[in-house]
């Protein structure tokens, strides 16, 4: 057997390579002297030791093509109306082609929150482990990404939201792919621990934080996460807990990438939100 530790000629097949998380991934791996396959939708020219394959996981086209002699694949890509579909079909390839280890990125608390994204990507994760392909299952917080987008779609009402009651640990996406291909090229390993950001934050708290970067002014309203999934939030069923790993990257220096010149204003005081 290949010693996982050590370079190989056999490429590594990334799903949602062209993504948020694809686009670390794919440079780390190739840094890391592997040749990397990307599987998209539509064809693209090789370039700098990443092919990209033609390939559909919804329909199943292609799919056998881009696993065939892969040794290791990472399944990045995903959504919550689809999930369960394209990850069998995944699987079955890999299992047919003899791919000796599947990673999966899921969510934390994927079998505990109860929102149609986690329910998708519990039963991703169940696809996976029932395959019977050696797999890792990574489950990491929000992105800092999405934090970013959701902030962004409150701050466009004329009163923006605080629900303090919900709390996220926004982790930074390149945390995220640097440990997804540390797990990679290592053995499989099963459901590994949960990655989350250095610090839990309430989405009020995140929204004023992305107001001020963005040089934004709003009214703010403080509300409650009401029904189900409120009280979920607010007893923490989503958070990850004291033992897992921590993204070095935080929220505020991710903003402060975002937003150089708002970073600057908020640090003279020159930006509020009221």
Same mark, same amino acid.
């Given at each position: 057997m290949t010693n996982p530790t050590s370079p190989s000629s056999a490429p590594v097949l990334v799903t949602g390579g062209t993504g948020t998380l694809g686009r670390h991934v794919v440079p780390l791996l190739r840094a890391a002297g592997r040749e990397v396959r990307v599987l998209t939708r539509n064809p693209r020219p090789a370039a700098d030791g990443v092919g990209h394959v033609a390939g559909d996981l919804l329909t199943g086209a292609g799919?056998?093509?881009a696993v065939a002699g892969a040794e290791v694949v990472l399944h990045?890509?995903? %959504?919550?109306?689809?999930d369960e579909a394209t990850t069998r079909t995944l699987v079955d390839a890999a299992r047919r082609a003899g791919v000796r280890h599947l990673v999966y990125i899921s969510v934390v608390a994927a079998d505990r929150v109860p929102l149609g994204y986690f329910r998708a990507k519990h039963a991703a994760e169940r696809i996976v482990a029932g395959s019977g392909v050696p797999f890792t299952t990574l489950r990491a917080a929000q992105f800092h990404d999405l934090t970013l987008k959701t902030a962004a779609a409150m701050a466009k009402l004329p009163v923006v939201p605080a629900v303090n009651g919900i709390r996220w640990e926004p982790v930074d996406s390149r945390d995220v792919a640097e440990? @997804?291909?540390? @797990?990679? @090229? %290592?053995?499989p390993a099963g459901p590994v621990t949960d990655l989350a950001g250095p610090a839990v934050r309430t989405l009020g708290d995140l929204t004023r934080d992305y107001l001020a970067a963005a040089g934004k002014r709003r009214p703010m309203l403080p509300l409650r996460a009401p029904g189900k999934v409120g009280r979920c939030y607010r007893?923490?069923?989503n958070l990850a807990g004291p033992g897992a790993d921590r993204g070095a990257r935080s929220w505020e220096a991710f903003?402060?990438?975002t937003f150089p010149a708002g970073a600057q204003a908020a640090a003279t005081g020159r930006v509020r939100t009221s």
């Open positions: 799919v056998d093509a990045l890509a995903g %959504d919550a109306k689809h440990r @997804l291909v540390e @797990l990679a @090229l %290592d053995a007893e923490g069923v903003l402060a990438e």
